[in-house]
């Protein structure tokens, strides 16, 4: 299900008169706004727009929403999943009905087989010149596949990205390191001996008992959490699920790599030990942030967008040294962290134009004013005079935002500074607009200056200015080939889809048990699974991604 103001009623018309309303969707692109001509030219048209990565309500009412209105004459009425549903988008296509504009993340691939989405290429063409602009030569890699090269959605990722900040493989708290002397951590086996040495020293903090390593995988995060790391552990760039050789585009399913058993198997180790939260496989997203947010967990594997409210949380609270520092921990010294690999543009997904909307031109008009220097700005900074200044020809936040930004997790749905960045069109926060502004206000120099008296405390120790210091440069890693396979549309209702499906499934449930279980139980644990995975025919998946990830490097012109 996903949010709707309609009542119960009419959902049961729809799904009785789905069909019928399908077999008028248009596939051109060129339907008209037939809706807009009973209306004056100065009253807003409302879209509605499906997010399908939002959790919560966005009210589209905020200075900033309100400027955006002003500028275009659209009013967002933005949509999500209930509680994590992922039978939104089916239940759009049984339907026939569609919201105006449509974020699907890995769903895409079905509403392009349904023409439930309309196809962009004409109308970028004829007046699409921002995003034309923004794209330039990276406009291939929005193209669907080599077989259907169109183009059916825009957003999600910035173009031109510069690495400044990375949540490496693992984080760990600051006063873990000032406690020990501020020691190096490179290896997992560093890791869990700065966290055993601190917890022998600090059995508790503020009056709780101090865990060790906490994580979040009794849902989708599973992914985040336990299997990302596992491949960063192996100095394996992020591709989801699949590890892939950058040069052939040969692509192998992660989980059937022989040293990712050992990330795994130290896992095991350290719920064994006690240093694994017991609570890491059943805690809810809330549960897990409001342990973060008491200061009394050492360690995590995680992504800061993910844990950010709880970073926030501990600034607030006055416990700059509960905050975490970002590692580029791998299983031993022979792998290279890839926390600051540059995937150049990703590509794919992207905010597409449904085939029932009466507004498809309105629609488009949007997207690629969202585009625009001009929004661009806007969606990354503010207000001029409300959230930042311009002060000898430079754009400066104010000191109530910039305060607000680091402890305020309220921040962007407050003022909507940054809520409306991804996943629409952006340059990206590498990007400079015309006046040699930096795009974001997330620069190397701002990053630094945003730290705490306790990061540049630490940081000093070591020597560094950044926390990207003591990873492997952007530089010294390259460029991928073939982007993050992440992102690729996969086929619907295809072999592969369907094998890596019950792949995903099975594995996230037979390796937690692998964790939890007895360490003398794990090989033959780990052996049974890849027997199975064998069984559910994923050498064929395998064959079938690297197809995918060549062609797309075809597309690209990457190999």
Not at 133 to 156: A, E
Not at 408 to 423: F, H, I, L, N, S
Not at 490 to 513: C, H, R, V, W
Not at 538 to 552: F, G, L, V, Y
């Amino acid at each position: 299900m996903f949010r709707r103001k309609w009542p119960l009623w009419s959902l049961i018309l729809v799904l009785v008169v789905g069909i019928t309303l399908a077999g008028c969707s248009s596939e051109t692109g060129k339907k008209g706004d037939d809706g807009d001509k009973s209306k004056s030219s100065d009253e807003p048209i409302t879209l509605t727009f499906f997010n399908a990565d939002l959790t919560s309500d966005v009210s589209f009412d905020d200075e900033v929403a309100k400027k955006i209105t002003e500028k275009t004459g659209v009013i967002l009425d933005i949509q999500h999943p209930v509680g994590g549903d992922e039978q939104a988008i089916p239940l759009m296509i049984a339907s026939g009905e569609y919201p105006d504009l449509i974020y699907a993340k890995g769903d895409i691939g079905k509403l392009i087989e349904a023409g439930g989405v309309i196809k962009l290429d004409d109308l970028i063409e004829e007046k699409g010149d921002n995003l034309k602009k923004m794209y330039g030569d990276q406009l291939d890699r929005l193209r669907n596949s080599i077989d259907d090269p169109s183009i059916y959605g825009v957003g999600t990722y910035g173009v031109e990205n510069a690495y400044w900040k990375t949540s490496g493989t693992m984080s760990i708290q600051l006063d873990v390191l000032r406690e020990l002397g501020y020691p190096e951590i490179k290896t997992l086996e560093d890791y869990e001996n700065a966290l055993t040495d601190y917890i022998a020293k600090n059995p508790e903090i503020d009056g709780q008992k101090t865990i060790g390593l906490s994580l979040l995988g009794s849902d989708w995060r599973w992914l985040i959490t336990l299997g990302n790391p596992a491949g960063f552990a192996l100095g394996i760039q992020d591709d989801g699920q699949w590890a892939i050789d950058d040069e052939t585009g040969e692509a192998t399913y992660k989980f059937t790599i022989p040293e990712i058993k050992e990330y795994f198997k130290w896992l095991n180790h350290m719920n064994d030990i006690g240093l694994l939260d017991p609570e890491s496989f059943t805690q809810t997203h809330d549960t897990y942030i409001s342990k973060l947010s008491s200061g009394r967990v050492l360690g995590i594997a995680d992504q800061d967008w993910n844990y950010g409210d709880a970073d926030k949380a501990l600034k607030a609270d006055g416990k700059e040294w509960r905050t975490y520092a970002p590692l580029p921990v791998t299983l031993n010294e022979n792998y290279k962290s890839q926390g600051l690999k540059d995937y150049g543009f990703a590509g794919g997904g992207g905010i597409s134009i449904s085939s029932t909307s009466e507004h498809q031109e309105k629609a488009f008009e949007f997207l690629d004013w969202m585009a625009s220097e001009e929004a661009q700005i806007l969606v990354n900074w503010g207000i001029e005079g409300e959230n930042y200044d311009v002060i000898d020809g430079k754009r400066v936040l104010q000191d109530d935002d910039k305060e607000q930004r680091k402890t305020d997790a309220k921040y962007p749905e407050k003022t909507g500074v940054g809520q409306y960045v991804y996943p629409f069109p952006q340059w990206g926060n590498g990007a400079v607009d015309s006046t040699g502004n930096p795009i974001s206000p997330d620069t190397q120099e701002d990053i630094i200056a945003a730290y705490t008296d306790a990061e540049k405390e630490a940081l000093g120790k070591y020597g560094m200015e950044s926390w990207i210091d003591w990873f492997p440069s952007t530089e010294e890693l390259g460029i991928s080939n073939h982007g993050a396979a992440a992102n690729y549309t996969i086929p619907n209702n295809s072999d592969l889809q369907i094998i890596q499906q019950k792949a995903d499934d099975y594995t996230e449930q037979k390796i937690t048990q692998a964790i939890l279980g007895k360490p003398a139980d794990f090989d033959a644990a780990w052996d049974e699974m890849q027997e199975k995975l064998i069984e559910m025919d994923i050498e064929k998946a395998n064959k079938e991604m690297t197809k995918i990830t060549q062609d797309t490097m075809k597309l690209w012109g990457t190999k």
